[in-house]
């Protein structure tokens, strides 16, 4: 089946690591977009890769990095520079990016930094 | 970007219809409105989208107003799993998806 693959599912780290969530996607989609979610709260973009080898900042991109080596590969690191980093992490792709584009969204990854 | 005003939550009884505004008054000729939904503790999925003509899938029904200043999302008989937060969504080529906070359903049996 084709989809979007984030993990783990829950992820505990303490204050001061850096961690970083994967995404994998087997759909072939140029365009893929990591978006933090907080309680209550709409989604906000932290980084966008709209091809291999290529990737821009988003809304709230301090505290995170992100690499596209690979089409089907969108990690995203949070590293220790992120002041509140406890939130729920979702990872999305599409094939390209433009307004007919669906996206297509992982089940997410709750991050919880104590 | 155009921005979105939609109600923060609403009810519905099972098996009714539910008609889910989203005023657009900023809209561009050219933007196309897109309606996710997501449910506890998941990503969010696709709906249906539009530019000017109604729109129906096995999901949805989306009116669209003549002037598309706002847009209607339409579940034409409600189930306990359409219980969700739904986002309205204006979106032109070169922009990214805005997830504004949405609407919440509460569909009650």
């Known amino acids: 089946d084709g989809g979007i693959t984030q993990s783990p599912k829950y992820l505990f780290r303490k204050e001061g690591q850096n961690v970083t969530l994967s995404c994998e996607q087997n759909l072939n989609h140029d365009a893929m977009y990591w978006y933090r979610q907080d309680p209550g709260q709409g989604l906000r973009l932290i980084y966008y890769s709209q091809i291999v080898n290529d990737f821009q900042k988003g809304d709230i991109a301090e505290g995170y990095s992100v690499s596209r080596e690979k089409k089907e590969s969108f990690p995203l690191t949070v590293t220790s520079a992120q002041k509140n980093p406890t939130a729920f992490y979702l990872c999305a792709s599409s094939i390209g990016w433009g307004r007919h584009t669906e996206a297509f969204f992982g089940q997410g990854t709750r991050l919880t930094v104590v | 970007d155009a921005k979105t005003t939609q109600p923060n939550s609403m009810e519905s009884n099972e098996e009714e219809p539910v008609h889910l505004p989203c005023n657009h008054s900023t809209i561009s000729g050219t933007d196309y409105i897109h309606w996710y939904r997501q449910l506890p503790s998941q990503g969010p999925e696709y709906v249906i989208h539009?530019?000017?003509s109604n729109v129906n899938n096995r999901m949805a029904s989306l009116a669209i107003a003549e002037d598309r200043k706002s847009s209607t999302l339409i579940l034409h008989r409600a189930t306990l799993r359409d219980a969700a937060v739904y986002y309205c969504?204006?979106?032109?080529?070169?922009?990214?998806?805005?997830f504004g906070p949405g609407t919440r359903l509460s569909v009650l049996p």
């Open positions: 969504i204006p979106n032109n080529y070169g922009q990214n998806f805005v």
């Open positions: 539009g530019l000017t």
